[in-house]
C-alpha cells in the first residue's frame, strides 16, 4: 500500500435493488451512479448503567446493542443513454417512491392538433402518470383518452406532426410499501476499507433545480454497514465479502443546472422566472428496531408520505404569474412540474398534479422582486402525488 491517505476521490458507489431486507443482491457494473458524496454514521444506543460498581470507573457495557446506521448521498443527473432502461441510479429512486419503474419503448406520432393531447400512429400502451419525450422535450400523460390518444400535463414547444419520433422513458410513482437497496462503497487501492450498505431505506429524496449542475440527494437508514475487514459469513445473507465488478467505461458527463423548464399553475403555463427551487419527498420512515431479539433493524415502516415543493421566482405583471398569487390566497391547487435538460438521453422529469400553493413571502431584498413560495405540499387520491421520469 503507498504511503499516504486514501484520496476521496478514489470510491465507485454502485445500487442494487434487494429481493429480501437486508440480503445483499448481486452487483453488477451497471449498478454503478454518479458520486458527488456519501456520508454515514453508526450509532450504537447504550443505555447509562446503573450498578453499584464499587468505584466511580466506568467499566464497560457488553457488545450487542441496537444499532442504527444512517446515510446520506448526493448524485448528480448524468447522460441515460437509453431512455427506456432503468438508468443507473433507478434502484434509489424506486426505493425513495416504492413503485417499480414504468417503461415506455417509444411510438410515432399521428398527425396532432391540439397541444395537449397527444396522438399516436398506433396503440401506445401507456397509463396515466407515464411520461414521452419529443424534441427534447418531456411530458406527462394525465388521462387516457384512448388506445391512441394521450392528455399531456403540459405541451410541447411544437405540435408533435405526423411520424415524428415519441421517446421511451422509465416513470417513477410512490407504492405503499418501500423497498430496500444494497449500496456497494467501493475504494482504490484494494486493501482499503470496502463497505456495503444493506437494507438501505432512502427517507427522504430532494430534487434541486437551477443549481450549477442537476443533483439529487437521498438520505436514510440502513440495516446495517458491512466492510471486508471484520465480516463474518451470514451478514447481509452473504458467504463471502462481494468483490467489486469489473470497472469499466463510464460517462461522466453531467447536465448544467440551468437547462430545463418549469410549467406551473391552475392550467399550465411556462415560467422563465424561476431562480431556485427544490422538491422534497419524506417518506416518515421509523424502522422495525425495538422489537425484543435482535440489534438490527427488521423491515422498513413507513408513515404518511410528504411531498413539498418551495421556489422561489421573480415576480412580472403578467397574469400567469399573478394567477399563482391568486390561488394561493383562495388555496387553489396548481400543477407543478420540472424538466431538468433540455436534448434526449438527457432528460429527467418531476410532476406534482396537485400542490396547494402558500402565500409566497416578499423579498425586495436584491435589484428585483422575488417571491418565495415555501412548503407547498401536493396531495392526491392515493399514491399520486409525484411521479418522476427519465427520458
Not at 452487483?27 to 466511580?56: C, E, H, I, M, Y
Request: charged share 15%.
Amino acid at each position: 500500500m503507498a504511503c499516504g491517505y486514501l484520496s476521496s476521490n478514489n470510491n465507485r458507489l454502485y445500487a442494487a435493488q434487494e429481493l429480501s431486507y437486508g440480503q445483499v443482491p448481486p452487483v453488477a457494473s451497471s449498478n454503478r451512479f454518479p458520486t458527488v458524496k456519501l456520508t454515514s454514521k453508526q450509532t450504537v444506543f447504550k443505555s447509562k448503567r446503573q450498578d453499584k460498581t464499587g468505584t466511580r470507573t466506568y467499566p464497560g457495557t457488553s457488545a450487542g446493542f441496537r444499532k442504527q446506521t444512517t446515510f446520506d448521498l448526493t448524485t448528480y443527473m448524468t447522460v441515460n443513454a437509453s431512455q427506456n432502461i432503468e438508468p443507473s441510479y433507478g434502484p434509489l429512486f424506486e426505493a425513495a417512491l416504492g413503485a417499480a419503474p414504468a417503461f415506455f419503448v417509444g411510438g410515432i406520432a399521428a398527425a396532432n392538433s391540439n397541444a395537449m393531447l397527444l396522438k399516436f400512429a398506433a396503440p401506445h400502451g401507456l397509463s396515466a402518470g407515464q411520461a414521452v419525450t419529443c424534441g427534447g422535450e418531456l411530458r406527462f400523460a394525465t388521462a387516457i383518452v384512448d388506445a391512441d390518444t394521450v392528455a399531456l400535463n403540459a405541451p410541447f414547444t411544437a405540435i408533435p406532426s405526423a411520424g415524428s419520433a415519441i421517446g421511451g422513458t422509465a416513470m417513477y410513482q410512490p407504492a405503499q410499501d418501500l423497498t430496500s437497496v444494497s449500496l456497494f462503497d467501493f475504494w482504490d487501492p484494494a486493501d482499503a476499507v470496502q463497505r456495503v450498505f444493506c437494507g438501505a431505506a432512502v427517507n427522504k429524496l430532494q430534487i434541486r433545480v437551477n443549481g450549477d449542475y442537476h443533483e439529487f440527494e437521498l438520505s436514510g437508514i440502513a440495516q446495517d454497514v458491512i466492510d471486508n475487514t471484520s465480516f463474518v459469513a451470514g451478514q447481509g445473507g452473504l458467504s463471502a465479502f462481494p468483490a467489486e465488478p469489473t470497472v469499466g467505461a463510464f460517462d461522466y458527463t453531467i447536465i448544467p443546472g440551468n437547462l430545463g423548464e418549469a410549467w406551473l399553475g391552475t392550467t399550465p403555463n411556462r415560467f422563465y422566472t424561476i431562480t431556485s427551487a427544490t422538491l422534497t419527498l419524506d417518506n416518515g420512515i421509523e424502522m422495525r428496531e425495538n422489537e425484543f431479539g435482535t440489534d438490527l433493524p427488521l423491515c422498513i415502516s413507513a408513515g404518511p408520505r410528504t411531498v413539498t415543493a418551495d421556489f422561489e421566482l421573480l415576480e412580472k405583471d403578467d397574469a400567469a404569474t399573478q394567477s399563482l398569487y391568486q390561488a394561493a390566497r383562495q388555496r387553489t391547487p396548481i400543477c407543478v412540474m420540472f424538466q431538468l435538460g433540455q436534448q434526449a438521453g438527457e432528460l429527467f422529469g418531476v410532476y406534482l398534479k396537485s400542490v396547494i400553493p402558500e402565500v409566497p413571502d416578499f423579498d425586495d431584498s436584491g435589484n428585483r422582486l422575488a417571491w418565495k413560495f415555501q412548503k407547498c405540499q401536493a396531495q392526491g387520491t392515493g399514491n399520486d402525488e409525484m411521479y418522476i421520469a427519465f427520458g
